[in-house]
């Protein structure tokens, strides 16, 4: 669409955009703080009331967004690349619930482990896409019968997590409205090592980018290229897997962000090409989820709604317009 | 060169091709033909390495392509599946991942690659459409920029499969003429054929298969004139000396 002007002025557009909200991430809530007021506290001595809100708040509150929404973001670009799907999205087949699944057993029957839950919402999610694929590679799927193993998939794992939560009512106290999926009363240490994980899944994702956009040509192509393509498209949906274990393990399960973003990304690259889009996509995950975040805070303020609540107003109507829209292109073909 | 020594091979547990064998010159373009389910696109599938013979040899340039590494093999055969959407990638981006196999990690081209490309698109005729994104364009195009991605990956052998599909008459001729013209590149040219016309009056050579068995290998004057077809396809080959074609009946 707009291939003309290059990527980097994309880039650096998007990344303004992501910089502006993070400013008004920390500026607004249920009370507004404004940048000079904040500069004038930081310059003087001692921890003002206003900064300790911005340091142990809003600061970790805004991070957490920023990590959350370009994992999923970049993981759902990665699992849309792998299944050719523009449907498939981290919620949509299943892989948050997965996360969110062993997060829950983790909290459950190793309480101390909090370390450990990134790690476990992993595995979950990797069961998650890996039987998904599997399916979807048994029955020769098309998109729709993807996207409805997804959903298939997705139910049963919310109600084991439902079953868990049942039999373990404390489980969940820490973690605010995890169904839902949100980051209010994230503090910095609980984003660790999480942070870790989207670092390296999304710095794993920048690395197979090439790799990712020749299997996406299919996979006799890819391996008639010389590709090793289970390795490759197993790494990939490792590397996804990763990033949506990591952000469902402190932000629960928000979805749609994975659907949306990677949607917009390749309307603002001009091109499916994930050497470009993939970039896009972690800035414009973590802009897209701050603002949301931001709106969650200030709509009914002084409530607050739960962050998912925001992404599901935002995101069901685009998923809702995809599917009449691909049913519509699908027609005139 | 492109050998087939007694090959067998299918999917999983289910045989498609049984002891077949076959020698594809350099130089020239043979046709495969056969009925539908008679095992031509498995039998690409086999030469291009990506299933696995339960028995006999895929010799690429004398050496068996199971066992050549498969990034080193994708620099002697390459393969084109059927045409299918190719999503919003640019012309040359998608020629350019036919450098596939020659790049090292990271993935970053040499001037070596790009030099590549651009003859590569220019022999296919796309280089004034360089810039243009694959699904503005049409299906004789788009076929043109595929060939051309296969051209850049510059292999000894190039394995079609059913390059004329979903094409216009107009696109299928200007693709046919642009897969004789490889053969001036002393390629090895072997391409899944449903069209028997064209199939006829481009190829060196026709590969007749039936239940996954090949019935004739020869040349197209050769092939019209034994009773191969009729068994296949039920049809009788008749040439046309004011056209200068081949044209099918069907056999009594």
Redesign the interface.
Known sequence: ME?SRPLIVKVLVCSGILLVSVLLGICAGSAWISPQKLLADVLADGLSPDERIVLYIRLPRVLAAILAGSALAVSGAIIQSVLGNPLAAPNIIGVNSGAGLFTVLCTAFFPSAVRLIPAAAFWGALAAVLSVYGIARKTGASRMTIVLTGVGISSLLNAAIDTITTLYPDVLAGISSFKTGGVSGVNISSLFPAWIFIIAGITAAF?LS??L??L???E??A??????VGAIRFACLAAAAVLAGAAVSFSGLIGFVGLVVPHIS?KIA????NTAVLPLCAIIGGAFLTICDILARTLFSPYEMPLGIVVSYIGVPFFLWLLIRKKEARHNA | MLELKNVSGGYGKRTVISDLSAIFPKGELTSVIGPNGCGKSTLLMLCAGLISCTSGAVLVGGKDILAIPRNDAAKQISYLEQMKNPGSISVRTLVSHGRFPYLGYPRRYTDLDRAKVEEAMSMAGVADISDRMMNELSGGQQQRVRIAMVLAQDTDVILLDEPLTYLDVRYKLEVMELIAKLRSLGKTVVAVMHDLELAFAYSDKIAVMENGRLTAFDSPENIALGDTLKSAFGVNAEYCEYAGRYFFKRAE
């Open positions: 291939k690395m090439h790799d956009d020749v996406a040509l299919g006799n192509t391996g008639s290229l010389g590709m090793n390749r001009g091109s499916s090409e």
